[in-house]
């Protein structure tokens, strides 16, 4: 099974857990149409039907889902959640308005690790503000960076507030230090209160969806 045949992976979970494309549609709250282009037809696998097979099914590994890697089933969860770190597909990151983050209330959907990047938590993205670096569908890993460290143009951070949950490009105003600007590629820069923000993350890894 190649390793970024998605279609193929959900095929063979699918399969495995005795689920017709009928029976799916009610499991999963898509229809039925909609999945059976995605499944059977020439559709791409949207990520709303990854994130359903994730909340559905706890026990498949969201590594072996997403990136085709190690097997289908998690083999201890006590490991997973010791190695590797939360993905949140319940909680996706855009230019839009969305809950704060708070991680000692949320519950993960499952556990990713990448042995190259040591991210705190991981997320959805949706939205197009920040392609072509980060398209809607991608996963980001991220780390938790504190809102009065040193900001790197270059780098892209995660900003919560009271009100959204959005990746940027960063800058601190020139004239106002409390001001960060946050910039995209596809959308007005505007500033943001450092005093607003709740949490600051950098994103260190990416997942990008095929």
Partial sequence: MK??????????LLKAKGLNV????KLFGIPQRTLNRQVNEDGKIA???????LDNF???SPLWLIMGEGAMLRENNIVQECCAAPFFSDLPVSAG?????DPSTERANGFISLPSHNAHFYFPVTGTSMEPEVF????????????GDRISPEAIYMIVTNESRMIKHCYIDENNPELLWCVSPNYPSFPVNRADICAMFRVVSRIQYF
């Fill in 3 to 12: 390793k970024d045949n998605i279609k193929e992976r959900v095929i063979a």
């Fill in 22 to 25: 009928n029976r799916a549609s």
């Fill in 47 to 53: 990520m709303d039907l990854m994130y359903s097979i």
């Fill in 58 to 60: 706890p026990e498949i």
């Fill in 97 to 101: 308005l969305r809950d704060c983050f």
């Fill in 136 to 147: 809607s569908g991608d996963i980001v890993g991220v780390v938790r960076v504190n809102p």
